[in-house]
């Protein structure tokens, strides 16, 4: 199959889309050069920088990720715990008097 490249460029220029070429096994894709240098300057960019710490110094960058976050929280106010006053509650009417009724004959 004979393609004509002069084509395929002044198609991608007037459409902005890359091109993709297949041969055989193999996978090419056809694209502007300022779109391949801003592709690698993103996965630069995005590098994960985790994987080259060590196991201490991913749990020190946790922890000051953690603070923080905590740092940037709201305070909680003076939190009640109303679970001894339910308990309290709970007891008060086991211990009222129980009445029972029995069918009278």
């Known amino acids: 199959m004979t393609v004509d490249l002069s084509k395929i460029l002044g198609t991608m ?3 902005g889309d890359r091109y993709i070429i297949q041969d055989g096994d193999n996978t090419y894709v056809l694209m502007p050069f300022d779109d391949y240098a801003a592709l690698l300057n993103q996965e630069i960019v995005n590098s994960d920088p985790v ?3 060590s196991e ?14 905590k740092s940037t929280q709201p305070e909680v106010i003076n939190q009640v715990d109303f679970s001894q006053e339910l308990d309290n509650k709970g007891q008060e ?5 129980q009445y029972y009724l029995e069918p009278v004959e």
Do not use: H, V
């Open 13 to 15: 220029k007037q459409t």
């Open 51 to 53: 994987n080259n710490m």
């Open 56 to 69: 201490e110094e991913f749990l020190g960058k946790i922890n000051t990720e953690i603070a923080e976050w």
């Open 93 to 97: 009417k086991e211990e009222e008097d």
